[in-house]
C-alpha cells in the first residue's frame, strides 16, 4: 500500500476538500485517514520552515564550519538497494 500526504479542509457539510490534486489517475478505490489537529489555529509546514529559518536559535547553521557537504559528497538514492 503506497502513501500520499495532502493537506484539505473539511467544510461546513462535513466533505473533504483537498488543496491539490492527486497524483495518481482514477477512478480508484482508496482508504482516507484524517488526522485532526488538537489545536484549532495549526501552523502550516511552510510558514513553520519560515519561521524556523529566521529564528536566530538556528544561526549557527550559515557558519562556514556547519557547510560540511558538497554536492559530490556521497552517491545518488538507488531503487535498487
Known amino acids: 500500500m503506497k502513501a500520499i500526504e ?24 482508496v482508504r482516507v485517514i484524517v488526522l485532526i489537529s488538537e489545536e484549532a489555529d495549526d501552523i502550516s509546514e511552510s510558514d513553520w520552515m519560515k519561521a524556523a529559518s529566521k529564528n536566530p536559535a538556528f544561526g549557527f547553521l550559515k557558519e562556514d564550519a556547519e557547510d560540511i557537504y558538497s554536492p559530490t559528497d556521497g552517491r545518488p538514492p538507488s531503487d535498487e538497494e
Open 6 to 29: 495532502v493537506q484539505g479542509t473539511i467544510d461546513r457539510d462535513r466533505w473533504l476538500r483537498l488543496d491539490s490534486q492527486l497524483p495518481v489517475t482514477g477512478p480508484r478505490r
